[in-house]
C-alpha cells in the first residue's frame, strides 16, 4: 500500500493575483524599547493597517490574550502593516512569531522571510535590514499567501539599534519560492501564481506520533549521469518565457521542467542554439533543466540542474534554498517502484516535493528519515509536505508524522 498516489499528468492551473492595498500610520520608535506599537494586539487592531480579512483573535495567542489572525482568500492576503520611524543608514532586526502555511515578514521595499509552513505550532521569523541614508519611516508588513488559510502573528519585536541577535538558520526560511506580493515591479509580477499540478484536494492526514524510520534515506549519488547543461539563462517578454542553455556533450536530448510539469523536449542534432519556450509561466515558477541519453537504463538521466526562477524583473535567474534553513512539515511515505516524474528511479533518499516550495534537485535532511533528494511529484503532496521513499511495509508503518527538514 502507498500513502500517496503518484500521477503524470502535466497540467497546471493559473490563478489572477490580486494585490492588496493598506493605509499606513506613522508611529514613534524608541533606541531602546520596541519601536513597533501595540506588538501583541492586545489592543486589538491599533496600530496596525489592516483589511477587512484581519481581526485580533483571542483563541491562538503565542503570549498575552490575543495574536493577528488573517483569514487569506484566493485574491487577499491578509496583509498587516505599520509604519515606524527609524534612524538612517542604521542596522534594524524585525522578528515575529507566526503560525500557518506561507507566511510571510519583511519591510516594504526591502528584505523579507517567510515560512512555508509552521506544522500547527508557532515559529519565529527574524529579517535584518539596512535604513537607507535619508530614511526618516520603514513599513513593517506581515502576511499570508492566496488560498494557503489562516494564519497567526504575535509578539513582534522591533528592537532599537544596537543589540540586535542575528537569526539563527532555525528562525529563518530562506528564499521564498513564490513571490511576495511586496516584493516590487516588473513583468514577472503581473504573471498568475503557480498552481499545483492537480486540482485534488488531498484527504486531511494529522500527524501521529514520530518514529525513525528503520531503513535510512542515504546520500543520493548523481555521479556517471550527464552532467546539467550550464549557461541557463532566460527571459519574459509578451507572456513567454525563452530558456537558452549550452549543450552537453554526450547528450541526444534535453528536457526543461517548470515546477516539475515538462514544458519542452529538445533533441540535440548540432543546431546553433538549445533554446526552450515556455508559453504557460506563472510568477516565480522554477525551472530544472536535464541532459538526456538514448539508452534506456536509469543513467539515461543526466543530473537535474540547479534551481533556476523566474524574479519579478522577467529574467531567470539561479536560485536556492538557504543552506542550514529549517521548516516543519508533514512527512509522509511511499514505496512505489519504478520511474519517477524526474526520470531517475524511485528508492531510499527520493523524495517527493511540491515544487512550488521546494524546488527539484535540493537535498534536505529529514529528521527520524536521514537524506532527502527532492526529485519526484504526488497528487497529494500539496504544500507542506515531503514524502520519502521507504520499502514495502516499512512506508505503511511510517504514517504520517511532524518532522523537522534541513536544507543541505
Known sequence: MT????????????????????????????????????????????GWSCPATATADTSGPHSGAAALRGDVTGADTAQCTQTVSVTPSTTYTLSAWVTGAYVYLGVSGGDSVWTPGTGGAYQQLSVTFTTGANASTATVFVHGWYGQGAYRADDFSLPGPGGNPSPSPSQTA????????????????????????????????????????????????????LPAPGN?????????????????????????????????????????????TDKSPCRNAH???????????????????????????????????????????????????????????????????????IPWGTRLKVAGYGHCYAGDIGTWIQGTIVDVWLPGAEADNWGVQSRTITVE
Open 3 to 46: 500513502m500517496r498516489r503518484r500521477v503524470r499528468a502535466l497540467a497546471i492551473v493559473g490563478a489572477a493575483l490580486v494585490a492588496a492595498t493598506a493605509v499606513l500610520a506613522a508611529h514613534p520608535a524608541s533606541a531602546a524599547g520596541n519601536a513597533l506599537a501595540n506588538p501583541g494586539f492586545e489592543s486589538g487592531l491599533s
Open 174 to 225: 530562506g528564499p521564498s519560492p513564490t513571490p511576495s506580493p511586496t516584493g516590487g515591479g516588473g513583468p514577472g509580477a503581473a504573471l498568475p501564481a503557480c498552481q499545483h499540478f492537480s486540482n485534488d484536494v488531498p484527504p486531511d492526514r494529522p500527524a501521529g506520533p514520530s518514529h525513525d524510520a528503520v531503513s535510512q534515506g542515504p546520500v543520493v549519488d548523481l555521479s556517471g549521469r
Open 232 to 276: 541557463v539563462r532566460g527571459s519574459l517578454s509578451g507572456g513567454v518565457v525563452t530558456l537558452g542553455f549550452d549543450r552537453v556533450a554526450g547528450a541526444k536530448a534535453y528536457r526543461v521542467w517548470r515546477n516539475a510539469q515538462s514544458v519542452q523536449w529538445v533533441d540535440d542534432w548540432g543546431q546553433a542554439s538549445l533554446t526552450v
Open 287 to 357: 525551472y530544472t533543466v536535464v541532459a538526456l541519453r538514448t539508452d534506456a537504463s536509469d543513467a539515461s538521466t543526466g543530473q537535474l540542474s540547479r534551481p533556476y526562477r523566474l524574479e519579478d524583473g522577467g529574467t531567470v535567474e539561479p536560485f536556492a534554498l538557504a543552506v542550514g534553513s529549517t521548516f516543519t512539515y508533514k512527512i509522509t511515505s511511499y514505496n512505489d517502484t519504478g520511474q519517477t516524474a524526474s526520470g531517475y528511479t524511485a528508492g531510499l533518499g527520493i523524495c517527493a516535493v511540491d515544487t512550488r516550495y
